[in-house]
């Protein structure tokens, strides 16, 4: 459910990002307002229009008037242009990914306490046989169990053998923990490169202006191409800076598993091996009247 709702989240952002426009700031009605000298009064309409008496720069209290936060999201998603659809498709797949990775990753479900515990106790009591722990691990399915069963099957051959055994298992569940961060580490990479390709379009765009309208004095012809310029290198360096720092955590949790799933697999080996059922059962065991007795 939750991949579900997170997909249908990201569709919703990424309609947002394509459909919206340009967005202007409104002008200030008051600013159309003529302003007249009052009899006796010599000064010239641009002195009347000094900040300390004009109202098309002040609001009622006195405090100078800014766009909101949203105003100004929106003139920057606006200013994309184009641009939006490679920035949402990016962002639409970093947020899936990373958080499909946050929750495949959780510990309880690569490595479950309750399961290690119980079947590490099981196999150094000696009740369990190869078909038991075999149909126990297949029956869990967790990374760890998968990589019991590797071991498992080497049941009673040298150590070397089970070893080796666990160490292939590991290498396939590592595969399997590390997918999907390739892609995560390629959104981080690639997204700075498409706000350098905004910046670069943009420039263009703005000398292609002044070169053939001559916009060198007119900052309105040449605002498009340098809001352009400045945003798309924002934008990239916004997308990319989480996941890289994402791909970067979830690299050290996998690390992490890895070295506590290896740890794991070599009390397994030390049990079912060759080497270590003879040494078990070299030792005297207790029975119920609490005398020790060698096993035969």
Not at 73 to 91: K, R
Request: proline share 6%.
């Amino acid at each position: 459910m939750l991949p579900r709702r997170i997909l249908g989240i990201g569709l919703i952002l990424l309609g947002m990002f394509c459909l919206t426009g340009p967005v202007q700031a409104q002008p200030d009605p008051l600013d159309n307002v003529p302003v007249t000298a009052e009899p006796g009064n010599s000064a010239t309409p641009e002195q009347s229009a000094s900040p300390d008496t004009s109202r098309s720069l002040l609001n009622p209290t006195g405090e100078t008037s800014r766009p909101s936060f949203v105003t100004v999201l929106l003139q920057m998603i606006g200013s994309l242009s184009y641009f939006s659809v490679p920035f949402a498709i990016a962002t639409l797949l970093a947020i899936w990914f990373i958080t499909e990775r946050v929750v495949i990753l959780r510990r309880g479900r690569v490595i479950p306490r309750p399961f290690v515990g119980r079947f590490l106790k099981l196999l150094e009591d000696g009740e369990l046989t190869r078909d038991e722990a075999l149909q126990i691990c297949e029956e869990n399915g967790s990374p760890v169990a998968a990589v019991f069963a590797s071991g498992v099957r080497k049941w009673g051959k040298p150590s070397v053998e089970v070893e080796q055994a666990i160490i292939d298992g590991g290498e396939r569940e590592t595969n399997v923990l590390r997918t999907h961060l390739r892609l995560i580490n390629g959104i981080a990479t690639i997204s700075p490169l498409i706000g350098l390709l905004g910046t670069v379009w943009g420039m263009l765009e703005s000398f292609d202006k002044i070169a053939s309208a001559g916009a060198m004095g007119n900052t309105q012809e040449l605002a498009g191409g340098i809001a352009l310029a400045l945003v798309t290198t924002a934008v990239g360096l916004l997308i990319a800076i989480p996941c890289l720092t994402a791909y970067m955590y979830l690299a050290g949790r996998i690390d992490h598993l890895v070295m506590e799933m290896d740890d794991l697999g070599q009390r397994v080996v030390q049990i079912i091996s060759a080497e270590g059922q003879a040494e078990r059962s070299a030792k005297p065991k207790r029975s119920s009247d609490g005398s020790s007795k060698k096993a035969v």
